[in-house]
């Protein structure tokens, strides 16, 4: 029972049923850089594929969701398994160089043939994502992009703060002025139970030790994700995986 395997069991086969979660949610498992730049929405490698046709349903009924992080592990495998099964999924990632980027690239590629685009793009960039929700209508937004590591944060911090932090909340600006606002599943991580010796973790710990800065910005996520539910009704449900 892997990753992936519970990934789709919380997310595809609960998450985005037809009964969803409460209003705000944590659900556990196991445990880019700013700077826009001009953003193609169709495809020059797969004929007729665009962030358009990408975001369309294939079956009635079938949501309409933004996968970012796409580039990523889950972001690919997710974003494929919700395609597979009707959904219209745009991605969209801004292919950072933590780990490979021709591995992220292949990834985009192979997401290609399965008819999702993934739009090379920064959380931080307002205008694209305000052009995305405009061009697709999101039912539902999975939040999967992040600077993800511990030990690199401490080599790099700002890139967590900028993307963790300030892309998390430039992504619920956009989302919050949509009505009725796409419902926002986003990963947070089991990091934050931190420096917690009670286990087996819960969901109801107490989790304000944090043992890395990486730690720190899903936590803010999660209190992020709980203030633009309260002020705005933005229904959110964070993954500790």
């Not at 790099?156 to 998390?168: E, I, L």
Request: proline fraction near 4%; hydrophobic fraction near 40%; aromatic fraction near 10%.
């Amino acid at each position: 029972f892997g990753l992936f395997s519970f990934f789709y069991f919380v997310f595809v086969g609960q998450i985005l049923d037809a009964n969803p979660l409460p209003q705000t949610s944590l659900m556990q498992g196991f445990a880019g850089s700013t700077g826009h730049k001009i953003v193609s929405w169709s495809s020059a490698r797969t004929s007729g594929l665009t962030a358009e046709s990408s975001c369309r349903p294939t079956v009635n009924g079938g949501k309409t969701v933004l996968v970012t992080g796409t580039g990523g592990f889950v972001g690919f495998h997710a974003a494929v398994a919700l395609r597979k099964r009707g959904d219209g999924v745009l991605g969209l990632d801004n292919f950072n160089s933590y780990y490979p980027v021709s591995l992220k690239r292949a990834r985009a590629a192979e997401l290609e043939k399965a008819g999702v685009f993934t739009l090379d793009a920064d959380l931080n960039d307002a205008e694209t994502l305000n052009k995305a929700l405009d061009l697709c209508g999101f039912s539902h937004v999975l939040n999967l992009a992040a600077q993800a590591g511990v030990r690199y944060a401490t080599k790099d911090p700002d890139s967590y703060v900028a993307s963790n932090v300030a892309g998390f909340t430039t992504l619920l600006e956009v989302v919050k002025t949509r009505t009725p606002p796409p419902r926002m599943v986003y990963a947070s991580s089991s990091s934050v139970y931190g420096l917690n010796t009670k286990v087996p973790f819960s969901e109801n710990d107490i989790v304000d030790r944090p043992a890395s800065l990486y730690a720190a910005t899903k936590k803010s996520n999660e209190m992020l994700a709980h203030t633009y539910n309260h002020i705005y009704g933005i229904a959110t449900t964070g993954l500790r995986f």
